[in-house]
């Protein structure tokens, strides 16, 4: 019987109300009590932006820059994006919920306590990010890219994903057996995670490859 892995600790988000209607965000800019919604951010340079306790809603964020952001106690539903970037950004109790990306930037990251919900996601690229406590549920995912990086109570709950690198990261209670997994490369970076047996049974060839372990039946 498979380990049960840690479960992921939820977002603790506790949003003031009434939430102050903004009508667009920042770089460098420093947000607390807010809520942005039905607003085209798309392209805008926030780097650096800081928000905290705030909803975004209803949002296009595509090609939007929030390298180097702070994002605490925030909420995301329906965040749209062909390309958003999070690129060395600290994400600390925020949920995604509804979102559509095609291409997440966001390696060298660091997260605590995330939670993403029934969202579609194309490329996610976590290279070398901090992670824990990351829960995916109902979720998408073509591509999960979390080559080098450091991955401690990470879930993923009725989700599929289509690819999964793993090269070089540091795995810790990764569940992985509430997902419909399709091609898994670096399978020797796999310590640390938890499979069900049938996913066992598909990465079986190539364990034994990286093992180098001869299958032969017969004569």
């Known amino acids: 019987m498979a380990r049960r892995a840690h479960a992921p600790r939820t977002p603790d988000i506790d949003l003031p109300e ?3 209607p903004i009508s667009a965000l920042a770089a460098d800019g420093d947000r607390d009590g807010v809520v942005l919604a039905g607003a085209d951010q798309s392209n805008r340079d926030l780097t650096g932006l800081r928000l905290t306790a705030s909803r975004l809603a209803d949002c296009d964020l595509h090609g939007a820059r929030l390298a180097g ?3 605490a106690e925030c909420e995301l539903d329906r965040v749209e994006a062909s390309a958003l ?3 060395g950004a600290r994400l600390r109790d925020v949920t995604f919920s509804r979102c559509r990306i095609g291409e997440l930037r ?3 990251v660091e997260m605590v306590r995330v939670a993403v919900r029934g969202s579609r996601l194309g490329y996610v690229n976590l290279r070398d990010a901090a992670v824990t406590d990351l829960r995916f549920e109902q979720c998408a995912i ?4 979390v080559g080098a990086a450091s991955l401690e109570r990470v879930a993923f709950d009725d989700c599929s994903i289509e690819r999964l690198h793993t090269a070089h990261a540091e795995l810790r209670d990764v569940d992985l057996s509430g997902a419909s997994t399709g091609v898994i490369g ?3 970076h796999l310590r640390g995670t938890v499979i069900t047996s049938a996913q066992l049974v598909t990465l079986a060839p ?3 490859e990286h093992l180098g372990i001869t299958v032969r039946d017969g004569g």
């Open 106 to 108: 966001a390696h060298d």
């Open 142 to 145: 073509a591509d999960l890219d």
């Open 69 to 71: 952001a702070l994002l």
């Open 18 to 20: 009434p939430l102050e």
């Open 206 to 208: 190539l364990l034994a």
């Open 186 to 188: 670096d399978v020797g």
């Open 85 to 87: 970037d999070l690129v």
